[in-house]
């Protein structure tokens, strides 16, 4: 009685035991499955739910494996995460994944072993910045990942997708060059690879115009259909929608369009969505809706460029900053204090260079007025001295009976002189309309000998104009028209005004018998005048042929 009491315990508890380990068993075949059909959905989703509930699933996971100090399962969960994220189209979060999936394998001692996961990643963050239009970090991590790969496999891709940035880029022979190699590869490869190499070839060649690129992408859509890949058949079709498109036949590029949209609906990728819309936006003639498109592809480029929170180049720095805290406060210090000398050299410089064309421009300035203010006052010397001493004694004289006539007609001709002498210099009343008084200068020399014409001198803005530079206009046309009147024998005369810029240009011509071109006392003057003002003055001449002058100012 007692043995059967003994053996039914002992029986009893390798029941328990038995029934404890079949559930545990039962829990890990479960986490284990569920793993694989969360893996699948990511990689090859064929439902709209598929990516979401993946993520879902990994992130959960992940969370788990890095409490329990599993870092393989870690990398692994984080891998699969920036693979659904970058399906999605969340590239920020892709990239963070596989950034924190590389830091990991950076910080365990067996990192070496760890090629398939490494080469992964690499690939990874080289289409997340090819789509973040970020080409150069794109090549360069492609080619980091080429450097480790040991697999076939793994460069095949690799190579496409560096061949896709080129093909981005617009350079099709090199594009063309690594697809070729691809291809020839063909009998190593499996249907995925083909597809995926056919696609691009053919893509390629489409748009090098060579025959057999229809060939190719039908010939990948045909594979990616009977491996019922959604993801390689939204390409496909939008590869064929655009080659059509390139054609001009919108009917078939919009049905291969509307596939590609289909396909984005099953796959439940925001960004394929978006893909196949902007393709069919192509083909709609509606010019605003063309400039919608191009103003929003410009927004998020910018927004993308301006957003770009590259988290693997933060991880290289970080790298880079295992240096000694001393180190980096040292390198601190000396980066403030040659901040703080360049600074100070800077505003130093800006203050001297400032300081010069100020005082350049106010002893310009004082010059100018100095000019004008002699130009006045030897103006009104003449006038109040010269010419009214001569006008006295002119008068005297005429009382004289005895004094020949000739004498006060010589007289006269030289009071007549001064006269215009102090005219010609004295002070201009700017606060009235310029344009009327120079236009009353310049029709002062108008006579029944000598027609004077002005184009657009009315309608140009004078009040924008400073005084100075109105003074040199007026006193450099007073002297060509006197040059003109003194020496030229012209019979026609034209002035015309153009506004240039912020610069005024006026063009003087008569018909004149020219001469010798050489700079006389009042040319010589006029280009002093507006040199001052840093304008400019040419002059054109030659016997019988008439005087021109340029001035801009």
Request: overall charge positive; proline content about 1%; hydrophobic content about 35%.
């Amino acid at each position: 009685m007692k043995y059967n009491k003994v053996s039914f315990i002992i029986h009893l508890c390798n029941i328990i035991v038995f029934a404890f380990s079949f559930s545990l068993s039962a829990k890990a075949q479960t986490s284990s499955d569920n793993s694989i059909y969360y893996r699948n959905a990511i990689v090859n989703p064929t439902e709209p739910n598929d990516l979401p509930s993946g993520i879902h699933f990994f992130t959960k996971k992940k969370d788990k494996d890095l409490e329990l100090n599993d870092t393989l399962n870690a990398i692994y969960d984080l891998r699969l995460l920036s693979i659904a994220e970058f399906k999605i189209g969340n590239n920020f979060n892709s990239e963070n994944h596989a950034v924190e999936a590389l830091n990991i394998i950076e910080s365990m001692g067996t990192k070496d072993t760890l090629i398939d996961s490494r080469v992964g990643l690499y690939n990874q963050l080289g289409r997340i910045y090819r789509t973040s239009n970020n080409p150069t970090e794109a090549i360069r991590t492609f080619d980091k990942a080429l450097e480790i790969a040991n697999k076939l496999k793994d460069s095949v891709i690799i190579l496409n997708n560096k061949a896709n940035v080129y093909k981005d880029e617009l350079d099709y022979i090199k594009a063309l060059d690594i697809y070729t190699l691809l291809h020839k590869k063909q009998a190593q490869l499996n249907t995925y690879e083909l597809a995926l190499v056919a696609d691009n070839l053919g893509q390629v060649q489409s748009k090098l115009n060579l025959p057999e690129g229809l060939q190719n992408l039908k010939n990948a859509l045909e594979l990616r259909e009977k491996n019922n890949d959604f993801i390689g058949q939204h390409s496909s079709n939008t590869h064929l929608a655009e080659f059509y498109l390139d054609k001009k036949d919108t009917t078939i590029a919009k049905m291969y369009a509307e596939k590609a949209l289909a396909l984005s609906g099953k796959i439940n990728s925001s960004s394929f969505k978006l893909e196949a819309i902007s393709t069919l936006m192509n083909m709609d003639r509606n010019p605003l809706l063309h400039e919608y498109k191009k103003l929003t592809d410009s927004i998020t480029n910018a927004k993308q460029i301006a957003e770009n929170k590259n988290a693997f180049l933060k991880y290289n720095v970080a790298e880079e900053q295992k240096k000694t805290q001393a180190s980096i406060l040292l390198q601190e210090i000396e980066s403030r204090k040659r901040l703080a000398y360049q600074s100070l050299a800077f505003i130093i410089f800006l203050i001297l260079v400032g300081s010069y064309f100020i005082y350049r421009n106010r002893y310009r300035k004082a010059k100018i007025e100095e000019i004008y203010k002699t130009e006045t006052r030897i103006a009104k010397k003449v006038h109040d001295e010269v010419a009214n001493d001569m006008y006295k004694v002119m008068t005297s004289l005429e009382n004289n009976s005895g004094v020949d006539s000739n004498v006060i007609d010589e007289m006269e001709k030289i009071y007549t002189k001064t006269r215009d002498i102090s005219r010609e210099n004295s002070a201009i009343d700017l606060r009235n309309d310029f344009d009327l008084q120079l236009n009353d200068l310049l029709l002062g020399y108008k006579n029944n000998k000598v027609n004077v014409i002005t184009r657009n001198l009315s309608k140009m803005p004078w009040n924008t104009v400073t005084e100075h530079k109105k003074t040199a206009i007026y006193r450099v046309l007073q002297e060509l028209m006197t040059n003109m009147r003194k020496h030229s024998k012209a019979s026609f005369v034209t002035l015309i005004f153009k506004k240039e810029g912020s610069k005024i240009q006026i063009i003087y011509r008569d018909n004149g018998v020219g001469c010798d071109l050489f700079k006389k006392n009042g040319l010589q003057h006029t280009e002093s005048r507006i040199a001052s003002l840093n304008g400019t003055i040419n002059f054109e001449s030659k016997q019988g042929d008439g005087f021109k002058a340029s001035i801009i100012i």
